[in-house]
Structure formats: structure tokens, C-alpha cells
């Protein structure tokens, strides 16, 4: 039996009564704690940490170690954060590259109704990166 269904059936059928998990709490257990930064999950970064690069970075990194042990998608928000910040900062090379790496990240998820939310997801990531590879041509031609 794959060790993901062992870990959600464990889960279910635990003999003492505790709190129930909410979703942070499952995929941290998934996930053998790949999810957090800053020994936080990191939806809890999203609001506050925002505009904060290096922190939005560390959230895309532990958004694909969490996705390759759980299966599940990376959520999509630090990686949007970190293209949209690195537009401002006129990055374009890391806007791209972590456009990139959101779409092989999606590409990599497994399970049921995975391919719907892969097309719904990636269709923003594609858009941006083919703009970002137009603003490079240009800062090319005129270099």
C-alpha cells in the first residue's frame, strides 16, 4: 500500500480521540513537515509576507517539496507573489524562472482531477511568462 493512503488512513482510524487536522495540519503530516518556513505552514506567511521576496521564495520552495511527498498542487500564490514582485524590481530573469518553475511543478502532480486544476492554474503562468520572454527580446534588441 502507497505510504500516502497508509498516512490518511492512520488518520482515520486513530484509537484515541484527538482534535480533528485542518488541511495545514494534514499535509504538514503528509508532507513530513515540507510545508512550513519559519516553523509556520505557509498560508500563515500569505498576508503579511506578501511583499517580502526572500520569504515568498522560501514559500515556493516549500510549496514543491510538499507537493512532490503529498501528490497534492502547490498552491500557486507564492509563485504569483514572486513573478509580480520581480517585475517590479525589474527581475525578469526570476520572473520567468519562477514561472517556469510553477509550471514543472504542476506538471509533476499526481491524482484524481489533477489535470482539470493543472489547465486552470497554469493558463496565468503561461500568459506571464510569454510576456516576460517579449520584455527580454526587447531589452535584447536594444542591448
Not at 482531477?113 to 520572454?133: G, I, P, T
Request: glycine share 2%; proline share 3%; hydrophobic share 35%.
Amino acid at each position: 500500500m502507497n505510504s500516502i493512503l497508509k498516512t490518511i488512513l492512520a488518520f482515520f482510524y486513530r484509537e484515541e480521540k484527538s482534535p480533528p487536522l485542518n488541511s495545514g495540519d494534514f499535509i504538514t503530516n503528509l508532507s513530513d513537515g515540507d510545508n512550513l518556513v519559519n516553523k509556520k505552514q505557509t498560508w500563515e506567511h500569505a498576508e503579511v509576507g506578501k511583499d517580502d521576496i526572500r520569504l515568498m521564495k522560501e514559500c515556493c520552495d516549500a510549496e514543491i517539496r510538499s507537493s512532490m511527498k503529498s501528490n497534492f498542487v502547490p498552491a500557486p500564490f507564492y509563485f504569483r507573489r514572486v513573478a509580480i514582485l520581480s517585475r517590479k524590481n525589474k527581475d525578469y530573469e526570476q520572473e520567468l524562472r519562477y514561472c517556469n518553475l510553477y509550471l514543472k511543478a504542476l506538471s509533476k502532480a499526481k491524482g484524481k482531477n489533477v489535470a482539470v486544476q493543472v489547465e486552470a492554474l497554469s493558463e496565468w503562468f503561461v500568459k506571464r511568462a510569454h510576456k516576460v520572454e517579449s520584455i527580454l527580446s526587447k531589452i535584447e534588441i536594444k542591448n
